[in-house]
Protein backbone atom coordinates (compact mmCIF):
# COMPACT_ATOMS: atom_id res chain seq x y z
CA UNK A 1 0.00 0.00 0.00
CA UNK A 2 1.57 3.23 -1.28
CA UNK A 3 1.94 5.78 1.53
CA UNK A 4 1.08 9.43 0.41
CA UNK A 5 2.15 12.96 2.46
CA UNK A 6 -0.14 15.15 3.57
CA UNK A 7 2.50 18.06 3.81
CA UNK A 8 0.92 20.33 0.29
CA UNK A 9 -3.00 20.25 1.63
CA UNK A 10 -1.15 20.83 5.20
CA UNK A 11 0.93 23.91 3.72
CA UNK A 12 -1.86 25.07 1.79
CA UNK A 13 -4.59 24.96 4.82
CA UNK A 14 -2.25 27.34 6.47
CA UNK A 15 -2.22 29.47 4.21
CA UNK A 16 -5.60 29.86 3.56
CA UNK A 17 -6.18 30.14 7.52
CA UNK A 18 -3.45 32.63 7.67
CA UNK A 19 -5.18 34.45 4.79
CA UNK A 20 -8.37 34.85 6.37
CA UNK A 21 -6.83 36.20 10.09
CA UNK A 22 -6.45 32.85 11.89
CA UNK A 23 -10.47 33.53 12.52
CA UNK A 24 -13.70 31.73 11.37
CA UNK A 25 -15.16 33.73 8.26
CA UNK A 26 -18.56 33.38 9.73
CA UNK A 27 -18.40 33.76 13.16
CA UNK A 28 -14.65 35.23 13.85
CA UNK A 29 -13.68 32.69 16.35
CA UNK A 30 -10.43 31.42 16.46
CA UNK A 31 -8.34 28.47 17.97
CA UNK A 32 -8.05 30.68 21.41
CA UNK A 33 -11.53 29.95 21.49
CA UNK A 34 -11.34 26.63 21.62
CA UNK A 35 -12.74 25.97 17.64
CA UNK A 36 -11.27 23.72 15.34
CA UNK A 37 -10.51 25.56 11.87
CA UNK A 38 -11.10 24.38 8.42
CA UNK A 39 -10.94 25.07 5.41
CA UNK A 40 -13.84 25.24 3.04
CA UNK A 41 -14.01 24.89 -0.41
CA UNK A 42 -16.67 27.33 -2.32
CA UNK A 43 -17.37 24.91 -5.47
CA UNK A 44 -15.68 21.74 -6.36
CA UNK A 45 -13.11 21.48 -9.45
CA UNK A 46 -13.40 18.19 -10.74
CA UNK A 47 -10.01 16.72 -10.85
CA UNK A 48 -8.40 18.89 -8.60
CA UNK A 49 -6.43 17.99 -5.12
CA UNK A 50 -7.45 20.55 -2.04
CA UNK A 51 -4.56 21.83 -2.23
CA UNK A 52 -4.71 22.71 -5.66
CA UNK A 53 -7.51 24.99 -5.29
CA UNK A 54 -7.02 28.90 -6.13
CA UNK A 55 -7.03 30.11 -2.53
CA UNK A 56 -9.65 32.43 -3.19
CA UNK A 57 -12.32 29.35 -3.73
CA UNK A 58 -11.37 28.80 -0.09
CA UNK A 59 -12.30 30.08 2.72
CA UNK A 60 -11.45 29.48 7.00
CA UNK A 61 -14.74 28.30 8.72
CA UNK A 62 -14.81 26.94 12.43
CA UNK A 63 -16.27 23.56 12.84
CA UNK A 64 -19.53 24.16 13.38
CA UNK A 65 -20.05 26.97 10.85
CA UNK A 66 -18.41 24.70 8.30
CA UNK A 67 -21.23 21.91 9.17
CA UNK A 68 -23.76 24.42 8.89
CA UNK A 69 -22.49 26.07 5.93
CA UNK A 70 -22.56 22.69 4.28
CA UNK A 71 -26.58 22.47 5.40
CA UNK A 72 -25.63 19.28 8.00
CA UNK A 73 -23.55 16.65 9.05
CA UNK A 74 -20.82 15.58 6.37
CA UNK A 75 -21.97 13.32 4.03
CA UNK A 76 -21.25 9.22 5.68
CA UNK A 77 -20.65 8.01 1.90
CA UNK A 78 -18.59 8.91 -1.40
CA UNK A 79 -15.30 9.74 -0.21
CA UNK A 80 -12.06 9.47 -1.29
CA UNK A 81 -8.69 8.61 0.20
CA UNK A 82 -6.24 11.31 -0.91
CA UNK A 83 -3.73 11.70 1.85
CA UNK A 84 -1.81 10.12 4.78
CA UNK A 85 0.15 11.64 7.88
CA UNK A 86 1.42 10.72 11.24
CA UNK A 87 1.59 13.32 13.80
CA UNK A 88 3.70 11.68 16.00
CA UNK A 89 1.36 12.07 18.77
CA UNK A 90 -2.37 12.35 19.42
CA UNK A 91 -2.65 16.33 18.25
CA UNK A 92 -4.56 15.43 15.47
CA UNK A 93 -8.79 15.61 15.84
CA UNK A 94 -10.84 13.70 13.71
CA UNK A 95 -12.84 16.18 11.85
CA UNK A 96 -15.82 13.40 11.59
CA UNK A 97 -15.93 11.89 14.93
CA UNK A 98 -13.75 14.70 16.91
CA UNK A 99 -11.42 11.71 18.66
CA UNK A 100 -7.91 12.56 19.08
CA UNK A 101 -5.94 11.47 16.49
CA UNK A 102 -1.84 10.55 15.61
CA UNK A 103 -2.47 8.62 11.72
CA UNK A 104 -4.26 11.59 10.08
CA UNK A 105 -6.00 10.23 6.86
CA UNK A 106 -6.97 13.17 4.18
CA UNK A 107 -10.49 12.34 2.63
CA UNK A 108 -12.28 14.66 0.29
CA UNK A 109 -15.71 14.43 -1.59
CA UNK A 110 -17.38 16.29 -4.37
CA UNK A 111 -20.50 17.66 -2.34
CA UNK A 112 -17.96 18.52 0.66
CA UNK A 113 -14.17 19.11 0.11
CA UNK A 114 -11.76 18.01 2.48
CA UNK A 115 -11.73 16.72 5.93
CA UNK A 116 -9.03 15.06 8.23
CA UNK A 117 -10.00 12.12 9.47
CA UNK A 118 -8.57 9.15 11.88
CA UNK A 119 -8.31 5.20 10.67
CA UNK A 120 -11.98 3.94 11.52
CA UNK A 121 -13.59 6.86 10.17
CA UNK A 122 -11.80 6.98 6.91
CA UNK A 123 -12.32 3.20 6.04
CA UNK A 124 -16.43 3.74 7.24
CA UNK A 125 -16.47 6.95 4.75
CA UNK A 126 -14.54 5.50 2.10
CA UNK A 127 -16.04 1.74 2.23
CA UNK A 128 -12.39 1.00 1.99
CA UNK A 129 -9.53 -0.50 4.16
CA UNK A 130 -7.53 1.96 2.77
CA UNK A 131 -6.80 3.57 6.33
CA UNK A 132 -6.94 0.18 8.05
CA UNK A 133 -4.45 -1.52 5.10
CA UNK A 134 -2.05 1.14 5.84
CA UNK A 135 -1.71 1.03 9.49
CA UNK A 136 -1.72 -3.51 9.10
CA UNK A 137 1.18 -2.53 6.78
CA UNK A 138 2.82 0.10 9.29
CA UNK A 139 2.44 -2.46 12.14
CA UNK A 140 4.18 -5.23 9.81
CA UNK A 141 7.06 -2.91 9.44
CA UNK A 142 7.45 -2.23 13.40
CA UNK A 143 7.08 -5.67 13.89
CA UNK A 144 10.08 -6.88 11.50
CA UNK A 145 12.23 -3.71 12.41
CA UNK A 146 11.96 -5.18 15.93
CA UNK A 147 13.01 -8.68 15.00
CA UNK A 148 16.08 -7.18 12.73
CA UNK A 149 17.11 -4.96 15.48
CA UNK A 150 16.89 -7.59 17.89
CA UNK A 151 18.43 -10.29 16.07
CA UNK A 152 20.88 -12.60 17.09
CA UNK A 153 22.46 -12.79 13.53
CA UNK A 154 23.96 -9.24 15.12
CA UNK A 155 27.36 -10.41 16.45
CA UNK A 156 30.37 -8.03 18.57
CA UNK A 157 33.68 -8.08 17.34
CA UNK A 158 36.02 -7.32 19.36
CA UNK A 159 36.83 -4.13 17.97
CA UNK A 160 33.15 -2.85 18.83
CA UNK A 161 32.35 -3.35 15.49
CA UNK A 162 28.23 -4.80 15.07
CA UNK A 163 27.95 -6.40 11.93
CA UNK A 164 25.25 -8.81 10.66
CA UNK A 165 25.11 -11.09 7.13
CA UNK A 166 21.76 -10.45 5.02
CA UNK A 167 21.09 -11.86 1.90
CA UNK A 168 24.99 -12.56 1.10
CA UNK A 169 26.08 -8.50 2.26
CA UNK A 170 28.65 -7.98 5.55
CA UNK A 171 26.67 -4.80 7.01
CA UNK A 172 28.87 -2.97 9.87
CA UNK A 173 28.69 -0.64 12.42
CA UNK A 174 32.04 1.28 12.70
CA UNK A 175 32.80 3.11 15.91
CA UNK A 176 34.17 6.60 14.85
CA UNK A 177 34.58 9.78 17.36
CA UNK A 178 32.06 8.84 19.56
CA UNK A 179 29.50 8.00 16.50
CA UNK A 180 29.05 5.60 14.38
CA UNK A 181 29.10 4.41 10.72
CA UNK A 182 28.27 1.93 8.36
CA UNK A 183 30.04 -0.20 6.19
CA UNK A 184 28.63 -2.24 3.51
CA UNK A 185 30.96 -4.53 1.76
CA UNK A 186 34.12 -3.28 2.91
CA UNK A 187 33.02 -0.11 1.79
CA UNK A 188 32.22 2.72 4.55
CA UNK A 189 29.43 4.92 3.99
CA UNK A 190 29.30 8.94 4.77
CA UNK A 191 26.25 9.08 7.20
CA UNK A 192 27.16 9.34 11.01
CA UNK A 193 24.70 7.83 13.41
CA UNK A 194 24.56 9.01 17.40
CA UNK A 195 23.70 5.36 18.68
CA UNK A 196 24.18 1.60 17.16
CA UNK A 197 20.56 1.92 17.00
CA UNK A 198 20.19 4.66 14.73
CA UNK A 199 22.28 2.88 12.20
CA UNK A 200 20.63 -0.46 12.96
CA UNK A 201 17.44 1.41 12.10
CA UNK A 202 19.21 3.24 8.73
CA UNK A 203 20.20 -0.36 8.03
CA UNK A 204 17.06 -1.59 7.98
CA UNK A 205 15.41 0.85 6.06
CA UNK A 206 18.14 0.54 3.01
CA UNK A 207 17.06 -3.34 3.22
CA UNK A 208 13.28 -2.58 3.03
CA UNK A 209 13.51 -0.23 0.58
CA UNK A 210 15.64 -2.21 -1.85
CA UNK A 211 18.05 0.45 -2.01
CA UNK A 212 20.77 -2.24 -0.22
CA UNK A 213 20.25 -4.81 -2.92
CA UNK A 214 20.29 -2.00 -5.45
CA UNK A 215 23.58 -0.51 -4.22
CA UNK A 216 25.33 -4.11 -3.72
CA UNK A 217 23.97 -4.87 -7.55
CA UNK A 218 25.88 -1.57 -8.98
CA UNK A 219 29.03 -2.60 -6.58
CA UNK A 220 29.08 -6.09 -8.61
CA UNK A 221 28.62 -4.74 -11.85
CA UNK A 222 31.65 -2.16 -11.29
CA UNK A 223 33.97 -5.01 -10.24
CA UNK A 224 32.76 -6.54 -13.49
CA UNK A 225 33.43 -4.33 -15.66
CA UNK A 226 36.98 -3.33 -13.82
CA UNK A 227 37.76 -7.09 -14.78
CA UNK A 228 36.28 -6.69 -18.75
CA UNK A 229 38.69 -3.85 -18.90
CA UNK A 230 41.29 -5.31 -17.37
CA UNK A 231 41.13 -8.52 -19.99
CA UNK A 232 40.90 -6.03 -22.67
CA UNK A 233 44.03 -4.63 -22.20
ZN1 LIG B 1 -17.56 29.91 12.87
ZN1 LIG C 1 -16.66 22.88 3.19
ZN1 LIG D 1 -13.28 9.72 13.51
Redesign the pocket.
Known amino acids: MKSYNNKNWKAFRDEVIRLDGGACAVCGRTLADGVIL ?5 QYLQGFKPWEYPSELCET ?1 CKGC ?1 AS ?2 GKIPPKFGWEHIGYDDLGDLTGTCECCGNNIRYVFLVQHEK ?2 AMEVGEVCCDNLTSTQAASGLMESRRRYARRLKTFIGSIRWKIAASGIHHLVQDKVHIEIVPQNNEFKLRVNNKMGKMMFKTILDAKIKSFELIESGELGDYVKRQNQKYRDYIDKSRFY
Do not use: R
Open positions: QVHHKLHEHWG
